[in-house]
Antibody, heavy 118, light 110 residues
Framework: QVQLVQSGAEVKKPGASVKVSCKASGYTFTSYGISWVRQAPGQGLEWMGWINPDNDYTNYAQNLQGRVTMTTDTSTTTAYMEVRSLRSDDTAVYYC???????????WGQGTLVTVSS | QSVLTQPPSVSAAPGQKVTISCSGS????????VSWYQQLPGTAPKLLIY???KRPSGIPDRFSGSKSGTSATLGITGLQTGDEADYYCGTWDSSLSAAVFGGGTQLTVL
């Protein structure tokens, strides 16, 4: 069965970096994109970007350009998302999701809470 | 402010039908497929509808999707208390070169 399992919660200070992992299993990793979506407390969904594990092509949301990097390791079928220069408004649950096209994500990770606080 | 506009909340009685609207523009809904997601409290979103009206395997036909021009609609019939959740529409925005979501609609089954 398809599963996306994310790394655990993180607490970071402003200005630090965080890297969240997303271990995929149950399907051919390079056949689907991985989207990253975050959700601030009590807020809606925000698309962060997308990566194609087959060729590492990425597309980032404009407001995160320069602060976010998405990568994959096909040998371990794991996707990674790093955010640098963290601010308090980066506090959110971060989700990875399998993207099969047309911005449709059919399997999601359990979410990773990242708290940015001094 | 979200690029896609949804009503903040809707409500209906058990067994009834409800619709949730999602309004956009020609750069997003008007020229791209729409997806709908259900998010139960404390859980990850779940795909309900993709490519405007298609249902993934396992999604009951009580859930339906449609699109007309720059708006899309999610319909839910035979409402159950278990349907209480937040619902989000999403699509690609060609002008922003980004995926966009609506602000979400909280469904209450009275």
């Amino acid at each position: 069965q398809v599963q996306l399992v994310q790394s655990g919660a993180e607490v970071k200070k402003p200005g630090a970096s965080v890297k969240v992992s997303c271990k995929a299993s149950g399907y051919t990793f390079t056949s689907y994109g991985i989207s990253w979506v975050r959700q601030a407390p009590g807020q809606g969904l925000e698309w962060m970007g997308w990566i194609n594990p087959d060729n590492d092509y990425t597309n980032y949301a404009q407001n995160l350009q320069g602060r976010v990097t998405m990568t994959t390791d096909t040998s371990t079928t794991t996707a990674y998302m790093e955010v640098r220069s963290l601010r308090s408004d980066d506090t959110a649950v971060y989700y990875c999701a399998r993207d099969f096209g047309s911005t449709s994500c059919d399997y999601w990770g359990q979410g990773t809470l990242v708290t940015v606080s001094s | 402010q979200s690029v896609l506009t949804q009503p903040p909340s809707v409500s209906a009685a058990p067994g009834q039908k409800v619709t949730i609207s999602c309004s956009g523009s020609t750069s997003n809904i008007g020229n791209n497929f729409v997806s709908w997601y259900q998010q139960l409290p404390g859980t990850a979103p779940k795909l309900l509808i993709y490519e405007n009206y298609k249902r993934p395997s396992g999604i009951p036909d009580r859930f339906s999707g449609s699109k007309s021009g720059t708006s899309a609609t999610l319909g839910i019939t035979g409402l159950q208390t278990g349907d209480e959740a937040d619902y989000y529409c999403g699509t690609w925005d060609s002008s922003l070169s980004a995926a966009v979501f609506g602000g979400g609609t909280q469904l209450t089954v009275l």
